[in-house]
């Protein structure tokens, strides 16, 4: 088994910043890919931002050049640096991977959500 254990979150005001942490542990062997989906109340959940494997990170366009999202692959961590927030900001953040195990195969894992609200 593996699991994705999330910090920080909160209330920030609108402006602010705040720094999502997320961290892998368990049955990992290699981590294909880790992110952050985002859900608003009403709204689909939706991908934040990703760093594969390669290193390589995708962002939705709605928090470019706002976000930037980080890995320590000898940790299994990845970060979620938020600036420059934004009341639409608001969500349950939840980390996401897909992640390859000792068991065989690669499944997918997710947190348990932490809660951003943006707001004066």
């Known amino acids: 088994q593996v699991q994705l254990v999330e910090s920080g979150g909160g209330l920030v005001q609108p402006g602010g910043s705040l720094r999502l942490s997320c961290a892998a542990s368990?049955?990992?062997?290699?981590?294909?890919?880790m992110g952050w989906y985002r859900q608003a109340p009403g709204k689909q959940r939706e991908l934040v931002a990703r760093?594969?494997?390669?290193?390589?990170?995708n962002y939705t366009d709605s928090v470019k050049g706002r976000f930037t999202i980080s890995r320590d692959i000898d940790k299994n961590t990845v970060d979620l640096q938020m600036n420059s927030l934004k009341p639409e900001d608001t969500a349950v953040y939840y980390c996401?991977?897909?992640?390859?195990?000792?068991?065989?195969?690669?499944?997918?894992?997710w947190g348990q959500g932490t809660q951003v609200t943006v707001a004066s």
């Open positions: 996401y991977g897909n992640i390859y195990t000792w068991s065989g195969g690669s499944l997918d894992y």
């Open positions: 368990g049955n990992v062997v290699v981590i294909n890919l």
């Open positions: 760093v594969l494997k390669s290193g390589m990170t």
